[in-house]
């Protein structure tokens, strides 16, 4: 009996391209989940009062890792909070300066400064410094600790030359991203 010849397989690299296309497709998916949620988030906000009100968000807008002697890291969900407050929250008696802009909350008038770093080449570290308005009542609970982050850092720029990385890490705890929703999004005891 003659032995049959198989035909060579000629898709020996189709797996390799087949994982890098499903993990492409998965982040994808990952993206479009947290803008979805991130967008929610901005209606919770917006039901209650504004994003001003919470100092939970307040500190997040407002983290920069120079206070940890690492400066220009960020995380994705932090540009976007930072990127999203330009679009859902007008302000009024606005002045702009060079990088950037400030003003007060329509809402309820803290005052805003909002500027973007150019630390390489079209790559910005996005900024909001939120002031309260004087004897304005918060909403959202309280801090409780460190900021925590969901995605991982990433250092704006090509490279990081010092050791920057580890002391973002150790200086900010990680959280699964439906924790850190729920995190941002508490309302305070009343
Ligand atoms: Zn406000």
């Not at 989940?33 to 906000?45: C, G, I, K, M, R």
């Not at 910005?124 to 309260?132: A, D, K």
């Not at 009542?137 to 704006?156: E, K, Q, R, S």
């Not at 699964?176 to 729920?182: G, I, S, T, V």
Request: proline residues 7%; contains cysteine; hydrophobic residues 35%.
């Amino acid at each position: 009996m003659t032995k049959r010849r198989t035909r060579p397989t000629t898709t020996s690299s189709t797996p390799r391209t087949t994982r890098t296309d499903q993990r492409r497709a998965e982040e994808q998916a990952r993206i479009e989940a947290f803008t979805l949620s991130v967008q929610d988030l901005f209606a919770h906000y917006r039901e209650h009062g504004c994003p001003c009100r919470f100092p939970r968000f307040r500190a997040t807008a407002a983290r920069d890792t120079k206070e940890v002697s690492a400066p220009g890291f960020t995380t994705f969900e932090h540009q976007a909070v930072v990127t999203l407050f330009d679009e859902k929250v007008p302000l009024r008696d606005r002045v702009g300066f060079s990088g950037g802009h400030e003003g007060d909350c329509v809402a309820c008038g803290s005052h805003v400064r909002r500027w973007g770093d150019e630390l390489f080449r079209g790559a910005f570290l996005e900024h909001l410094v939120i002031t309260p308005a004087k004897d304005l009542a918060d909403l959202g609970a309280p801090l409780h600790g460190p900021v925590p982050h969901a995605w991982p850092f990433y250092f704006v720029g090509p490279e990081d030359h010092g050791n920057g990385r580890p002391l973002v890490e150790a200086a900010y705890p990680g959280v699964a991203l439906e924790d850190w929703f729920a995190w941002m999004r508490e309302l305070a005891a009343t």
